[in-house]
């Protein structure tokens, strides 16, 4: 195997889709016109917290299901607050699941995942900033 498979450096490739799929979840409200903005991205931020456990249960130890169970969890009560709370708590749990996506493809805690990190760091970071500015500029998520 090349040292390219195996290296921490994210490839070109996933970043260039996550900067194309995070554009469209941060505009999807826009077309998803009967759910409020929050609930959507609450929504959002559950669902790629709850990919992990999919990828913990391919990896098969326990050590790792237990660990992603948890996070998704913490995500998705983060997600759940932000529903009726602050959009900021929306934009701290895309900001918070990009580190963890770093995290991942630093450690390589999840086996088998080499792509998806830094292609959900991308959707994630870009989105959490879109949001931000839109907060910024007096845009309601309510």
Same mark, same amino acid.
Do not use: N
């Given at each position: 195997?090349? &040292? $390219?498979?195996? *290296?921490?450096?994210?490839? @070109?490739?996933?970043?260039? =889709?996550? %900067?194309? /799929?995070? $554009?469209?979840?941060?505009?999807?409200?826009? #077309?998803?016109?009967? %759910?409020?903005?929050?609930?959507?991205? $609450?929504?959002?931020?559950?669902?790629? +917290?709850? /990919?992990?456990?999919?990828?913990?249960?391919? &990896?098969?130890?326990?050590? !790792?299901? /237990? /660990?992603?169970?948890?996070?998704? #969890?913490?995500?998705?009560?983060? #997600?759940? !607050?932000?529903?009726?709370?602050? $959009? =900021? %708590?929306?934009? +701290?749990?895309?900001? #918070?699941?990009? !580190?963890?996506?770093? =995290?991942?493809?630093?450690?390589?805690?999840?086996?088998?995942?080499?792509?998806?990190?830094? @292609?959900?760091?991308?959707? &994630? @970071?870009? !989105?959490?900033?879109?949001?931000?500015?839109?907060?910024?500029?007096?845009? *309601?998520?309510?």
């Amino acid at each position: 195997m090349t &040292d $390219a498979l195996h *290296s921490t450096r994210p490839t @070109f490739r996933p970043i260039m =889709w996550g %900067l194309l /799929v995070g $554009a469209i979840q941060a505009a999807s409200p826009v #077309a998803v016109r009967w %759910l409020e903005p929050a609930t959507l991205h $609450a929504l959002y931020i559950a669902f790629i +917290a709850a /990919v992990y456990i999919g990828f913990a249960v391919a &990896d098969g130890r326990t050590k !790792v299901i /237990v /660990v992603e169970s948890t996070m998704a #969890a913490a995500f998705f009560v983060l #997600a759940a !607050v932000g529903v009726t709370g602050s $959009a =900021w %708590l929306l934009i +701290a749990g895309y900001a #918070a699941h990009g !580190v963890k996506d770093l =995290w991942q493809h630093r450690t390589k805690f999840v086996a088998g995942t080499r792509w998806w990190p830094p @292609f959900c760091a991308t959707v &994630d @970071f870009l !989105v959490a900033a879109i949001l931000a500015l839109e907060v910024a500029y007096g845009m *309601s998520f309510h």
